[in-house]
């Protein structure tokens, strides 16, 4: 155990909870809160003073309809996710409660007075550009201060947003933006990863082209302040240059607020449309209450605009919290740069992913030994298992000497724009282990007794798949385009009729802790035994020799054991190595610290593995790409870190090219 909760009544969740009724233990509790689900988020709707609109009656009932998919919400509230935002409970009018920092530019801050103005002028500028309820905008612009006001300003009239990221190559911005049609883009000029300087202008001119429903650009001058952008495009400085009066249009519970795609490795990325109402309680929930955020917290996640953790993280806004946005190179000038930034800016609460934690690992940082991280309460990981190797690596370098630290190990995603699973103030932390299954939400390990048999059953102690039961409000609208829902519907409710299947391989311990393996359709399965994935990489990730790794199962067609193949990337340490020393050296950590089912049957040395701009490994394409599909039907190379890793791959597909591990 490396945290241990402290009293309820030292927590803004345990307080609720003991008025709500006289729990024994978190999960009494919790499932209470499943059992009364209506009651819950009704309360938890109340205690973060969730506002309705002008001529709205504040809400009575929360759960009207359970059904799953079609749960009806708040039914007859109106609300608006931005006025929810900038009410800013516990700011006073100069209070800092937006930090932007680049590597592009100096710093620049919002006090509350000064984001409120900036989103009553942009909203004016957006409305004299014809934007209105239910019309889509977009921006195409990094994880700074302006692309945040963007978002408030859409969504105070009812319009919808959605965001790619600039390192987004063309055709993957075509793929979201063509699916969505907007009115409205918002586009940077370029922007500096680290030290090298990257220009955007030729992809802007091939989207507007490949986007006809694009009827203004907003150009905002970013990696050089004398660029104006294409022609026609109305300056940032202009759009919101006139004083306006900060208004808020009444919508619906489930009105559209923006649109998230999925990573798009297969097809078209799908285009999933969350509500007002549903974001707003989630995030409130999420931030305010499991990680116990407030007025005194400066709160900072590691992202991009097109990660979903960049929507969670502004939604600090929402109880209150200062908002710290970075953009640019993790890594640079190194990865202490990231530790620098959290001390210099008075970080309570740092979130970033798992591979960047254990990257630091392995790097033998000590960050809490190099620089002032006193204030640091909590550190979020996700976007990945975070091994057990990562949790005592943070407790021990980057829990300052003496005091606390909560590592919040993280499971959601983008499908729900939250997380299922996570710490909460009420619940220990293990090492290894996500906390705890969150209030409110029903997570359950569901494991089918016999292969075709169709009876699941929920399973603790077991490995499962991971599903909901019951209607959670951030789960999806829909998705966009989707009239009657059918695409909805297959994606997460086809395999089990009225029960969420999310597509996570889970483990639910006896203390009511979780351990994801990685995800159900990557899984191994070994002589009838399925394995994890994340199992094979905490192990094999340890050794210096390899600087990251991905394992796939090919079955055969003919029944037999079928082809589990190991592809390594390498360290200077690794390259050092002779192929048939590098074999032995892998094989035996496998064998010794999991099983002789783990060896696999062949290993390759490849230049990069392909991830995705958020550090998602692509286990389903590259198995597909090794079956001999072609790289360019499998995944967009536009939507990956290193766009030339895939298309690398394809000559491993030729059975001649299997080197025997051994």
């Known amino acids: 155990m490396l945290w241990e909760p402290g009293a309820w009544s030292a927590s803004r969740l345990g307080r609720l909870a003991s008025g709500l009724g006289d729990f024994a233990s978190y999960e009494e509790f919790r ?57 800013l409970p516990g700011r006073a009018d100069d209070d800092v409660v937006v930090v932007s920092h680049s590597q592009s530019r100096e710093e620049v801050s919002w006090t509350s007075l000064a984001l409120r103005a900036d989103v009553a002028r942009v ?37 919808v947003f959605c965001s790619v990221a600039p390192e987004f ?105 969350h509500g007002h109402g549903g974001i707003m309680l989630g995030h409130a ?61 008075g970080l309570t609460y740092y979130g970033t992913s798992a591979p960047f934690l254990m990257t630091c690992r392995k790097e033998g940082l000590t960050p809490a030994a190099d620089v002032d991280l006193a204030r640091l309460r909590g550190l979020g990981s996700t976007g990945a298992p975070l091994p057990a190797e990562g949790f005592a690596w943070v407790d021990e370098a980057v829990r300052p000497a003496g005091g606390r630290l909560q590592i919040g190990s993280l499971s ?32 359950e390990a569901f494991v089918e007794p016999a292969p075709g048999s169709g009876q699941w059953r929920a399973a603790v102690g077991e490995v499962g798949e991971l599903v909901i039961t019951a209607p959670m409000p951030s789960m999806p609208v829909g998705f966009w385009g989707d009239d009657d829902g059918s695409r909805y519907r297959a994606a997460y409710f086809e395999d089990i009729p009225g029960v969420w299947r999310h597509g996570d391989w889970v483990r639910i311990t006896e203390r009511g802790s979780l351990v994801i393996t990685g995800r159900s359709d990557a899984t191994l399965n070994r002589g009838g035994v399925r394995l994890g994935t994340a199992e094979f990489y ?57 099983s002789p089912r783990h060896v696999p049957d062949t290993l390759h040395v490849v230049r990069a593995l392909p991830r995705t701009l958020s550090g998602k490994k692509l286990e389903v394409p590259v198995k597909k790409i090794l079956r001999g599909a072609d790289p360019a039907d499998v995944a967009s190379a536009g939507a990956l870190d290193d766009p030339r890793a895939l298309a690398e791959l394809a000559a491993l597909a030729d059975p001649e090219a299997h080197a025997p591990l051994g």
């Open 31 to 87: 499932v209470w809160t499943l059992e009364h689900l209506d009651a819950w988020w009704l309360a938890v709707w109340r205690e973060c003073g969730l506002p309705v609109t002008a001529g709205s009656a504040e809400p009575s009932v929360a759960l009207a309809d359970a059904s799953l998919p079609g749960a009806v919400w708040f039914p007859g509230v109106t609300t608006n996710y931005a006025q929810a935002m900038l009410a």
């Open 123 to 159: 909203r004016a500028g957006l409305v004299s550009l014809g934007v209105g309820r239910g019309d889509r905008v977009a921006a195409y612009a990094p994880n700074i201060g302006e692309t945040l006001v963007f978002l408030l300003a859409a969504a105070s009239l009812g319009a």
């Open 169 to 273: 190559g063309t055709q993957s911005v075509v793929d979201r933006l063509g699916q969505l049609e907007p009115s409205v883009l918002l586009a940077v000029d370029g922007y500096r990863y680290g030290d090298k300087p990257v220009s955007r202008a030729a992809e802007v001119s091939e989207v507007l082209a490949a986007v006809p429903s694009v009827r203004a650009v907003v150009h905002l001058p970013y990696l050089d302040a004398a660029s104006s952008g294409p022609q026609g495009a109305v300056p940032w400085s202009e759009l919101g240059s006139a004083d306006a009066e900060l208004e808020f249009e009444p919508v619906p519970f489930d009105h559209p607020l923006y649109v998230l795609f999925s990573s798009g490795t297969t097809g078209l990325p799908k285009p999933i449309v």
């Open 285 to 345: 929930s999420a931030i305010g209450l499991f990680t116990d955020l407030g007025p005194t917290d400066r709160f900072s996640w590691f992202s991009t605009t097109g990660w979903m953790m960049w929507n969670y993280l502004v939604s600090g806004l929402l109880v209150g919290s200062t908002v710290v946005l970075f953009d640019g190179n993790p890594a640079w000038p190194s990865l202490m740069s990231q530790w620098e930034l959290v001390a210099s800016a």
């Open 412 to 443: 959601g995603g983008t499908d729900v724009c939250n997380g299922f699973v996570g710490a909460t103030p009420l619940t220990p932390v293990w090492e290894g282990e996500i906390s705890a299954r969150l209030p409110g939400i029903a997570v």
């Open 538 to 594: 905490r192990v094999v990730e340890e050794l210096p020799e390899v600087k990251d790794s991905l394992v796939v199962h090919l079955e055969s067609d003919a029944g037999d054991a079928g082809e589990l193949v190991l592809l390594v990337s390498l360290t200077d340490v690794g390259t050092a190595l002779a192929a048939d020393e590098l074999r032995s050296l892998v094989a035996g950590r496998l064998r010794s610290r999991l």
